[in-house]
């Protein structure tokens, strides 16, 4: 069992940035595949990034490439999502998850969840 617990959610202007982070406590954290995830009103859940216990990166989406950045330190484990240049379109709940193995960028992959940390990015 791994809980997760994500935070570092608010309120930014557009062009600002925010720093998402997502601690994992349970079982050997470094043994799992991190992502995050979003779901805006009304919208599907949409992949955001995602990071293996050895550092290995998913190639970002489109609307965040260049943009976002994933990270994570297992001596704390802990992931980030480094976002900079917000736009109001990545207003969303942000959510945290843990898979065992690699990376994916499908949320049903994902057996452990947090309860999401709302981002709110105003023009």
């Known amino acids: 069992q791994v809980h997760v617990v994500e935070s570092g959610g608010g309120l930014a202007q557009a062009g600002g940035s925010l720093r998402l982070s997502c601690a994992a406590s349970g079982r050997t954290f470094s043994s799992y595949a991190m992502g995050w995830f979003r779901q805006a009103p009304g919208k599907e859940r949409e992949f955001v990034a995602a990071?293996?216990?050895?550092?290995?990166?998913?190639p970002y989406p489109h609307s965040v490439k260049g943009r976002f950045t994933i990270s994570r330190d297992n001596a704390k484990n802990t992931v980030y999502l480094q976002m900079n240049s917000l736009k109001p379109e990545d207003t969303a709940v942000y959510y945290c998850g843990a898979k065992h193995g690699g990376n994916s960028r499908s949320w049903d992959d994902y057996a452990y969840w947090g309860q999401g940390t709302q981002v709110t990015v105003s023009s």
């Open positions: 990071i293996t216990w050895g550092g290995g990166i998913t």
